[in-house]
């Protein structure tokens, strides 16, 4: 078992040791040249091999949420799109080319031209090889390629991945992804990121290494090694559970984001003893009248007894006409991020707000534990107290708010005077600072944690929690990537909730250093030009 190191992009972070499961995804054997013996015959064949892929890439995209289901539409559009049936079509009558040359050769001129124009697009090539050999599958009457069943835990390798398969991964046996190709902002890369999947992408030579070898991956620096034995591997990768020893994390502390009460227990079982989001939108979606107070109590109580002794924030309902309800009546709005959500419809009627915080009083009288309660989606000092106000009215302490609208973030001194403690979300307020839909696969460049600009934000609001005194944490993605962990410290956040799965990487990072190192990094980031400059410029420092 010789030792290498395979050197290429980390893309999302996190460190994963495993067998390596190769896949042949992709490699669809190129069709040959022969003359077409009955044109017409070959041009019937295409349309309907398409429109099958298309149904495929849709249903596949039903299944999937968020940016998974993002990417899956976009490829089910990119195979649909009449251009490319056309090409096709042309070079069956032009040049003779039977059906599934006709489509290789068409998806190629496409993919060249996508290359050709760097960047973004270029990176996009990928998914079109994915919609060409989907097609070429079907005209062959074979089944379309796709990532096999993992019966155990794996490092899956590649030579680049469709976006369709990234997107089906099943990331409980998926420990770690590396591909030959891809850059940051390939899909590859967004969707290893939304699923907290260690992932390295344009690795050279990964597509040698035999399967069933063992790979260490280390979704930061980008390292993939072979021949490490598995008492050698470092211990962070070991970690199942959050342990740490280091002073940082003393003074910095830890949680969960959680969803519902089964996510309770997964994070109550990685170890997390404090819960810094609990997202209370599950109690609410999908009925058709409001929870009762009961009813909700009985769901927080849950939660709660998984984390006997510590700390858990709840938010209030966050819901707006992106996902409506039915008993909240909404104008539909043409532009639901900017509309009428979060606080915004406590504001206007507070009775679901009321039934919420009484809710929770009862809750917290019983609790041997803090609980804290936050809005989110506030944009003014002036909301923020009407939220302290209504949520002191109901007996309860520790009461804040999310700050994810970039005034809020630049009024953060004012809206900390009003509140206990406030809560950044990352993943809303880079969208609202960038103009950027975090839902839209297009534009997760700019929704990348590690923009400067976002950055400067966070930093007006560190600096606000030292001047007043109080806590400032982050419940955004950001939390999740070790190395921004540090830097977020150096801003002035005091704790960070995240994915359960990202709390023993994170733990190990920040147990590595000291206020003053994360000072440094934090400064070094703020400095770069570019959100890639940023990550350059903090592993430096
Ligand atoms: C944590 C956040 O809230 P959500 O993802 O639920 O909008 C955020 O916006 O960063
Ligand atoms: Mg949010």
Known sequence: ?????????????????????????????????????????????????????????????EAASGSAAEVLSMTAMMAGDPTLLKHATERVRGAGRGAERAIWEAAEGFAESLKASGGYFAERAADLYDVRNRVVAELRGVPQPGIPTLTEPA??????????????????????????????????????????????????????????????????????????????????TQLSTVEFSGALVGTVSLAANVGEPTGARTAGEVGARNVGLLRTEFLFEGRQTAPTEDEQAAAYDEVLSVFPDGRVVIRTLDVGADKPLAFVPLDPSPNPALGVRGLRIALADPELLDVQLAAIARVAAGYSGELWTMAPMVATPEEARWFAERARGHGLRNVGVMIEVPAAALHAERILAEVDFVSIGTNDLAQYTFAADRQSAGVAALNDPWQPALLSLISTVGAAGRTTGKPVGVCGEAAADPLLAAVLVGLGVTSLSMTPRALPAVGAKLSELDEPACARIAAAALAAGTAEGARTAARGA
């Open 155 to 236: 490092v899956l390798t590649a030579h680049d991945l469709a976006p369709a398969d990234t997107a089906t991964l099943d990331a409980s046996k998926v420990l770690a992804l590396v591909t030959a190709e891809g850059g940051p902002t390939s899909h590859t890369a967004i969707l290893a990121r939304s699923l907290g999947i260690p992932a390295v992408v344009a690795c050279a030579g990964i597509t040698e290494v035999a399967a069933g070898e063992r790979l260490l991956v280390d979704g930061e620096t980008g390292e993939a090694r072979t021949g490490v034995a598995a008492e050698d591997v470092p211990n962070t």
């Open 1 to 61: 078992m010789s030792e290498r190191v395979l050197h290429g992009i980390g893309v999302s972070p996190g460190r994963a040791y495993g067998p390596v499961v190769p896949l042949a995804t992709g490699s669809v054997a190129e069709p040959g040249t022969e003359p077409a013996a009955e044109p017409d015959a070959e041009v019937a064949r295409l349309a309907p091999a398409i429109d099958r892929v298309v149904a495929e890439l849709e249903r596949r995209a």
